[in-house]
């Protein structure tokens, strides 16, 4: 019943390969083809505008050896949302939100499946069960996306081959195989579970052939992406998959990245998953746990071979999804070893512990949150810096708020109340972090300039525990050409209040929400003009001009405008400014890609006084 009131009142959006969901399903409405042509226009055009969203109708499609216009991803999802769309059309609802009910009502199905299937729900039915409705896939549900298909018949397909008392690997295989039309890494699974189904048969062949023609169902994607584009994916025909990215630092960062990793938002029952390892095989002799965490590591390897890593998610990797199954799955066998009060008691704070931190991100929803760094990162990159040294495109492009080539913000570095943490920087840009910070961290810095680009981590201090996150600030070089920021500001923190950059009038403009923060290095002591040209967004705003921590002018900002300059004392090095408003009605909890627009910039610079 939640699921289905959350459907009716969350708002579908379009992240990540959406727009190409969407069209195919339109495409496969109109001419039962999933290629786009111009009839699918018209549609697409109509249900965007009906749900306030603005996207190139074609973002994300290639041209096909045989010419047609086919989207870089598979069709298969579209095509089972088809009848929920087409029913939305014909009763002129909102088309979008058939993908998200789709979601909704595949997730009741499955667990409906599982709920009936055995004549007795034993323990660890119901913590499956329970398990798998609390976890981060309810995040994705609005998502014009396929991590809920994925994840649903991943969720059947372990039930069938590893918790149901009546085993059926048939249906084990299918559904796994229905999982990997859309993943097809998921194919890992897959070739698992006909090795298992094919062993509890005595290893029989003819059992061996009925698993393999069930699973044939996996090679649809390969068969059509082979037609078009003479490869087995079309990711891998524009480059955007190879399987030279894969590497250990994506995978370890999958479980345990700091912003993205399950470790974050499954804490309990990836540690519990570890913990059963030894005590499996030690204690109960059992080889299921270890064998199912060997699936869990080649499915990550697997989903590793994307060139775009920090893609569009929510809040955990997309690409996890369908691997929290497998340790919802180890969970809930533990109470085959035991079901006593003690075990009961793990489970439930297990449980409170996902639940809880599930709920947490949906009622902070932030759709730009694949962009941003969380605060348990900024706090462990003060304390600790080299306890996180992210997969560089991760901190690239969450330092420029933006995905955009990293490279072009060289050099990154973290402060905490004005003292440098962390740097992020390639060998030519190590020049420009020695005039900001010319005698910290020399042999790391050696070492950046020999093997590339690198971290360079500051000392561990416990004393900066606990970290006050409104000191924290990211910096990367003054990126973007052209920016409201003039040459004469060198570093700018995009993290805090920045929007993406937009154009107004033909010139470029950004939005603050609450706090902007730049900062500029100095060669000497020096008196300068800090000019600003803004306008608020619907009222008078109070603005506060911050340097190094102390405010130096309050100005008002109105909604028609103004030109504002002020006199400043520069220090010798790195001089932080940061422009705050304090006058603030309660922000949107529900918000999509963007931050809230409080006051808008045109132009921020610095020159000598007149």
């Not at 059992?207 to 044939?216: A, C, D, E, K, T």
């Not at 540690?271 to 002799?285: A, G, R």
């Not at 504002?564 to 940061?578: A, E, R, S, V």
Request: with cysteine.
């Amino acid at each position: 019943m939640f699921l289905l009131i959350g459907g009716c009142i969350f708002h579908p959006i379009i992240v990540g390969d959406g727009n190409e969901y969407v069209g195919m399903t339109i495409s496969l409405l109109n001419h039962w083809s999933p290629d786009y042509k111009p009839q699918d226009t018209e549609l697409k055009q109509k249900i965007y505008e009906k749900n306030g969203i603005t996207v190139n109708l074609t973002a994300g499609y290639i041209t096909s050896l045989k010419g047609t216009l086919e989207a870089s991803h598979l069709w298969f999802y579209s095509l089972f949302v088809l009848p929920i769309f087409w029913v939305f059309h014909l009763l002129s609802f909102n088309e979008l939100k058939a993908f998200q009910f789709f979601n909704i009502f595949l997730l009741i199905i499955t667990i409906c499946i599982i709920y009936r299937h055995d004549t007795i729900i034993k323990p660890k039915h119901f913590w499956y069960i329970a398990f798998t409705i609390s976890s981060p896939v309810l995040l994705y549900l609005h998502w014009t996306h396929t991590e809920v298909f994925s994840y649903c018949f991943v969720i059947l397909s372990l039930y069938f081959s590893f918790l149901s008392d009546k085993r059926n690997y048939y249906l084990a295989v299918l559904f796994s195989s229905l999982a990997s039309l859309q993943n097809p890494p998921i194919a890992v699974l897959s070739l698992s579970l006909i090795l298992l189904g094919w062993k509890s048969k005595f290893y029989k062949f003819r059992y061996f052939v009925y698993l393999v023609s069930i699973s044939s169902i996996s090679l649809l994607p390969y068969l059509y992406s082979f037609y078009f584009f003479h490869t087995t994916n079309p990711q891998m025909y524009i480059n955007a998959a190879s399987f030279s990215f894969i590497s250990w630092e994506r995978v370890v960062g999958l479980f345990i990245d700091l912003n993205s990793g399950i470790l974050v938002y499954l804490p309990l029952l990836l540690i519990i998953s570890i913990f059963l390892v030894p005590y499996s095989l030690v204690i109960q002799h059992d080889y299921r746990i270890l064998l199912i965490w060997m699936i869990a590591i080649a499915l990550a390897f697997a989903g590793t071979t994307t060139i775009n890593w920090n893609c569009g998610m929510m809040y955990l990797f997309r690409y996890a999804i369908w691997i929290i199954p497998l340790f919802i799955l180890i969970v809930s066998l533990i109470t085959e070893y035991n079901s006593n009060y003690l075990v009961s008691l793990i489970l439930l704070a297990t449980l409170i512990s996902t639940g809880g931190i599930t709920i947490g991100c949906l009622m902070d929803h932030r759709g730009d949150n694949y962009l941003t760094f969380n605060q348990l990162s900024k706090s462990v990159m003060v304390i600790c810096p080299a306890c996180y040294n992210p997969d560089n495109e991760i901190f690239g492009e969450r330092s420029l708020y933006t995905e955009y080539s990293y490279e072009d913000g060289f050099p990154y570095f973290v402060t905490y109340k004005n003292n440098i943490r962390k740097e992020f920087s390639d060998n030519n840009s190590i020049p420009l972090l020695d005039k900001i910070d010319n005698t910290a961290f020399i042999d790391q810095k050696k070492a950046v300039i020999q093997h590339g680009p690198g971290y360079i981590n500051g000392d561990l201090e416990i004393s900066d525990f606990p970290v006050d996150i409104n000191k924290v600030h990211i910096f990367a070089q003054n990126t973007f050409k052209p920016d409201i920021f003039d040459k004469s500001i060198q570093f700018i923190d995009y993290t805090t209040g920045w929007s993406q950059l937009k154009s107004e009038n033909g010139k470029p403009f950004r939005w603050m929400e609450n706090n902007g923060t730049f900062a500029v290095s100095s060669p000497d002591e020096r008196r300068v003009q800090l000019n600003i040209q803004a306008r608020s967004n619907s009222q008078n705003r109070t603005l506060d001009i911050i340097l190094d921590g102390k405010i130096q002018e309050k100005t008002v900002i109105t909604p028609n405008g103004v030109s504002y300059t002020q006199k400043i004392n520069l220090k010798k090095g790195l001089n932080i400014i940061q422009l705050n408003v304090h006058d603030l009605e309660k922000m949107p909890i529900w918000r999509t890609m963007e931050r809230y627009p409080i006051i808008g910039f045109n132009n921020i610079s610095i020159s000598n006084p007149i």
